[in-house]
């Protein structure tokens, strides 16, 4: 089945009772049981829901993956993958990330005896020699957030594979409809599926996604062990969100595309960082392993003055100024101040990302409004 099929169809069939065509919101806590242990295979919602089951279903197809598991966040599906290694593990990550990622790694599990490394992974043979014996897990983020990085997934799979070390790649900024890291050697896909997946900016979810069994046996007894679940009611949003994934992304893409030339062009725009143009440092892996370029797209004003840049944050009419990406209207966020101010303002700009840095989460309206409206908060 190709991509919008799957979106529309993967995991849901007509509710058996009424022929009801989308999947119920099944709100309830339990399920009766004939006799002690004799049930339809659902007996409690932090367990099982039937709603959850029919959106998972239909994300692991998305992934093709065999396995995919729906959580309260994207920071509860990452805890819940974090929890199945050991003090004394060593985790190797890419060094531009998303801020709430950073913070859960450093400041939460940290204090249970992981240890974190955050290297530039952009050229995967600087991976070998940050490698010990302890190492257990390698986390990217391709594209990253926000200075959209691309890390070859292929390359890094390999070195992973010959150290037997499990490989995360947090998919968020693609979605699957632009990537599937399970298809180029990745163990595991992490999604914040509040964003792209979900697409509308009404619903906090995360996802694992997973081919080995091993991994899907331990995500599905820690789902229900730890709980971090999401809402019947949210699973329903998410997959009627999803039915218009390959649409929405089509024109993210086409929006994105045209931003980032347009900021390209303009005379008072120092840098833009998108991965579609032909000089991005990663630009032809971008080509290889993603179906386009997508819709993010973060710049620099010429002067690197924090004022003027928060001036322009501030004067945007149909952009608003907020965190989140990937819903379909387009908003601007500032990583130092919102997105990223958990990650030390030393090791942000280690990264390469700069307090004045501006991000642009574009929408799928019309670009010429998106355009006039750049071009009348840059001035
Ligand atoms: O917000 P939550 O659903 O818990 O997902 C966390 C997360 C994980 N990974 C990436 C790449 C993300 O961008 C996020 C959330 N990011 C934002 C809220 C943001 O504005 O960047």
Redesign the pocket.
């Known amino acids: 089945m190709k991509f919008a099929t799957k979106a529309i169809h993967a995991g849901v069939e007509p509710e058996p009772h009424t022929g009801a065509v989308m999947t119920p919101i099944f709100q309830t806590s339990t399920y009766a049981q004939e006799a002690p242990g004799k049930h339809k295979g659902y007996e409690y919602s932090r367990t099982h829901n039937p709603t959850r089951t029919a959106l998972q279903n239909n994300l692991a197809a998305l992934e093709n993956a065999k396995y995919a598991f729906a959580f309260a ?6 805890d819940t993958l974090l929890r199945i290694f050991r003090p004394s593990d060593e985790v190797l990550v890419t060094d531009d ?5 950073y913070r859960l790694f450093v400041q939460v599990i940290e204090k249970f005896g992981l240890k974190f490394k955050f290297i530039p992974m952009q050229n995967a043979q600087n991976i070998e020699q940050h490698l010990t014996s302890q190492t257990k897990l390698i986390w990217i ?1 391709t594209p ?3 200075l959209m990085n691309v890390i070859d997934i292929e390359a890094v799979a390999k070195i992973s594979k010959k150290y037997n070390i499990t490989l995360a790649v ?1 998919n ?2 693609a979605s699957p409809y632009l990537q599937n890291p399970l298809d180029w050697g990745a163990d595991v896909v ?6 792209y997946l979900g697409g509308h900016s009404d619903v ?3 996802v694992l996604a997973t081919n080995r069994e091993d991994l899907a046996k331990e995500f599905a007894f820690l789902q229900n062990a730890v709980g971090a679940v999401p809402a019947p009611m949210d699973c329903f949003l998410m997959l009627r969100g999803i039915k218009t994934l390959h649409l929405r992304m089509q024109r993210h893409c086409e929006n994105g595309a045209k931003i980032a030339h347009w900021l390209r062009s303009h005379p008072k725009v120092e840098k833009v960082f998108w991965c579609g143009f032909p000089d991005h440092p990663n630009h032809e892996v971008a080509k290889r392993q993603m179906r386009d370029f997508g819709g993010m797209v973060s710049f620099i004003l010429k002067g690197d003055d924090l004022e003027e840049a928060k001036r322009v944050m501030s004067s945007f009419k149909v952009f608003t100024l907020a ?3 990937g819903g379909v209207e387009s ?1 601007c ?1 500032h ?1 130092a101040t ?3 101010a958990s990650i030390p303002k030393e090791q942000r700009e280690k990264a390469g990302l700069k307090d004045t840095l501006i ?1 642009l ?1 574009v929408g799928v309206e019309d670009a010429e409004d998106l355009i006039e409206d750049l071009s009348q908060a840059i001035g």
């Open positions: 966040s994207g920071l509860a599906a990452t990330l998303y801020g709430g990622t983020e990253t957030n926000p947090d968020t900024f992490m999604h914040s599926a509040t964003k906090v979810m995360g965190e989140s990406l908003l966020t990583p919102m997105t990223h991000r989460s």
